[in-house]
């Protein structure tokens, strides 16, 4: 989910102005980028909250430092799953254990969105671990540290104000933690497809990606959006595979979520 690029396509987005505020590569220039960065964030409508978790938001050197040290996914596909998953075998057992908590949920889920339980289970466990570790870095610092830094500005500038969005609609405390580019929640959306693909999987009225029921179900809404065929197949070759893609770029990923679900399903 974190490495991939979205159409973002809501009108918060097609609203708001050009970013007047200037990037930076250092912590020097944020408290002033966050000013200008404020003045535009209002005009696109950003509320109060929202201009408050902005106001106080600090630059994540974490942040920079994990940005700066990516590597890609370089690994073949046993390697990755032994580091990833341990072994097939045990990570279907435990996956199969999270869905045997609440069959009528994934049965709900597979029946609107057409996307089976195994590969929402694989995709939670491959994230984070089913839950067990979401992120160690304030959301609003975190996404509003990269939009601020001139590497990828343009790209996170968007998801930045739909994390102020979110602030303003309770969908995000303003100290929320989450992983270092700004991805939350059990599947780690990143905020801008949080708000466009995110529902309410657990009945209670609202959208929380920290609730694993909402977590799953928006998970199931994206692949759904991005083409997912009910019934049809999702191993490497069969019609479902490529919408993996959406979720991650990198082939072993999509191979080993693909993989895991197969062995779930067994």
């Not at 270092?180 to 657990?202: K, M």
């Not at 197949?233 to 979520?257: C, H, K, R, S």
Request: net charge positive.
């Amino acid at each position: 989910m974190r490495r991939f690029l979205t159409a973002l396509c809501l009108s918060l987005f097609a609203a708001a102005p050009a970013i007047s505020a200037t990037c930076g590569n250092t912590s020097s220039g944020f408290g002033a980028w966050k000013s200008a960065f404020a003045a535009e964030a209002q005009r696109a409508g950003i509320g109060q909250r929202g201009l408050q978790a902005l106001a106080a938001a600090s630059y994540s050197q974490k942040t920079i430092n994990a940005d700066r040290n990516q590597k890609g996914v370089k690994y073949a596909f046993n390697d990755f799953v032994r580091i990833r998953l341990g072994s097939l075998d045990a990570f279907a057992a435990s996956a199969r254990k999270r869905i045997a908590r609440n069959p009528a949920f994934f049965a709900a889920v597979e029946s609107r969105y057409g996307v089976p339980g195994s590969i929402l289970v694989s995709i939670h466990g491959m994230e984070t671990g089913f839950g067990r570790t979401m992120g160690s870095v304030p959301v609003v610092s975190s996404i509003l540290t990269v939009a601020y830094d001139c590497r990828r500005s343009d790209f996170f500038i968007p998801h930045a104000l739909a994390a102020l969005q979110m602030v303003d609609r309770g969908m995000l405390s303003p100290n929320q933690l989450g992983a270092f580019h700004g991805e939350l929640g059990h599947t780690q959306f990143l905020p801008g497809n949080a708000l466009r693909y995110g529902v309410d999987g657990s009945g209670d009225g609202r959208v929380d990606f920290y609730n694993e029921w909402d977590a799953l179900a928006s998970t199931a809404n994206f692949l759904r959006q991005k083409g997912w065929r009910a019934g049809a197949g999702f191993e490497p070759g069969q019609p479902n595979f490529p919408v993996l893609n959406e979720w991650n770029a990198a082939t072993v990923y999509q191979q080993a979520i693909a993989a895991a679900a197969a062995r779930i399903d067994r």
